[in-house]
């Protein structure tokens, strides 16, 4: 008996020893790869602009249009770092943006218009806000990298654009007449619709300058693919530069017409704009992606962060860290990103290098600025087990792919020439 019992001991400890063993290895294995993902980033500078905290954003909570007085306050919507400054840009912009729409709407009810001081001084408020965040972005700006101040310019023009619009609705400006000792003559004189059609001109130009500034305010960067089509096979980086060669680069994709896009390496971020009828397949980016002006395209995508703005008819098979956030679009189609990555050692890899590894796949949960009332509730972005537990809402501008439709197999590599 006394045998057994010791036999039995000695395998339980045997037995004991070799899982701390297996433990001990795989935990050397953990850290190995955490200590080379370091490293890359060292390299990449990375590292450091994680470290780095922004100036504070000072910032007036939404108040109502009867223009009740508010202290200041530290908005704090996400970390206040390099990573997080657009996305904590874009939901202080929609702050203001539902401001202004809330003091039209008081203003254009006929039975509580507000009185004209009321006006001015919501006015004056909404601009504190808006010069507030031109002076945070200013500031922050020696620690962003390009890609991100071209999408920050983007956002605070935008948002005076509005300002403007608001405030020439609320104060009209009166039309020129002329006294009443005029003659006839002088009273049919074209001088005012002159003035009205030059307006009206110069705005235009303003207009198409504007977007097309996301391609004149500066040279694309190292890795881009512009003014192509038709071509099926398009690659970054090209053959014959390593994968991690994209560690920390920006990838720019713009004016593109029937092609299909690989990119096979981890990068920095990634902006397409222009493309029609594309299928763009890309590997984890470490940041964020903006796709914008895109019609008829297929994208499959890895980002801590994804913004949508003015692209229509197009399916986003994704994974994305936070929210992702549409402007200004319509029939898109939301779908997580392929299944059969889950089960790739590549991805699994690709996932650590851009720092996304355990982070839970917000695919479905949409923020439609477009309709900001059809926002998912904050209990249902956390509770992420299934897209049944989320609000879908019957939102004009996107819907889920059904999950007979969701890819299954991991993302195709690109096809030798």
């Known amino acids: 008996m006394d045998c057994q019992t010791g036999a039995r001991a000695a395998e339980s400890d045997g037995r004991t020893q070799l899982f701390e063993r297996l433990a001990a290895r795989d935990a050397a294995r953990k850290a190995e790869l955490l200590q080379k993902r370091r490293e890359r980033q ?3 500078g990375e590292m450091s602009n994680r470290e780095i905290t922004l100036p504070p954003l000072n910032f007036r909570p939404t108040a109502s249009t009867t223009v009740v007085d508010s202290a200041p306050t530290n908005v704090n919507f996400m970390a206040n770092t390099p990573a997080n400054f657009l996305e904590n840009l874009s939901r202080a912009k929609n702050d203001v943006l539902h401001r202004l729409s809330e003091l039209g709407a008081a203003d254009s009810r006929g039975d509580i218009q507000l009185p004209t001081p009321d006006k001015t001084k919501a006015l004056d408020e909404i601009l504190s806000q808006i010069e507030e965040l031109q002076r945070w972005f200013s500031e922050s700006s020696a620690h962003l990298k ?8 983007l956002e605070l023009d ?9 405030r020439e609705a609320l104060f009209p400006k009166k039309k020129f007449a002329f006294g009443s000792k005029a003659s006839k003559t002088n009273r049919k004189a074209p001088t005012v619709n002159t003035s009205h059609k030059s307006t009206v001109t110069t705005q235009k130009v303003t207009l198409e300058q504007h977007q097309h500034r996301i391609k004149l305010s500066e040279p694309p960067p190292k890795y881009s693919l512009s003014d192509l089509s038709d071509r099926p096979n398009l690659r970054l980086p090209a053959r014959g530069e390593p994968e ?8 720019y994709l713009s004016n593109l017409e029937h092609c299909v896009i690989y990119i096979e390496g981890v990068a920095g971020n990634l902006m397409a704009h222009g493309l029609r009828g594309c299928t763009v397949y890309a590997q984890p980016v470490a940041s964020s992606i903006l796709l ?4 008829d395209c297929h994208f499959v995508l890895a980002c801590r962060q994804l913004r949508v703005h003015q692209t229509l008819n197009t399916r986003l098979d994704i994974f994305v860290a936070s929210p992702p956030i549409i402007e200004d679009s319509t029939n898109l189609r939301l779908a997580p990103y392929p299944l059969g990555a889950a089960h790739s050692e590549r991805f699994a890899l690709a996932l650590l290098t851009a720092n996304l590894a355990d982070i839970s ?7 439609d600025f477009s309709c900001p009332t059809l926002l998912p509730t904050e209990a249902a972005v956390n509770n992420l087990s299934s897209p049944d537990s989320a609000m879908v809402p019957n939102s004009p501008n996107w819907s889920l792919v059904p999950e007979t439709e969701f890819i ?3 993302i195709p590599r690109c096809p030798e020439s």
Not at 158 to 166: P, V
Not at 361 to 367: K, L
């Open 361 to 367: 796949n917000h695919w479905c949960y949409v923020q």
């Open 408 to 410: 299954q197999v991991d």
């Open 42 to 44: 060292r390299q990449n």
């Open 292 to 295: 914008q002006d895109c019609v």
């Open 146 to 153: 390009p890609f991100h101040i071209e999408q920050a310019r």
């Open 158 to 166: 935008e948002l005076k654009s509005k300002f403007q619009e608001s």
């Open 244 to 251: 991690d060669a994209l560690l920390g680069q920006s990838i």
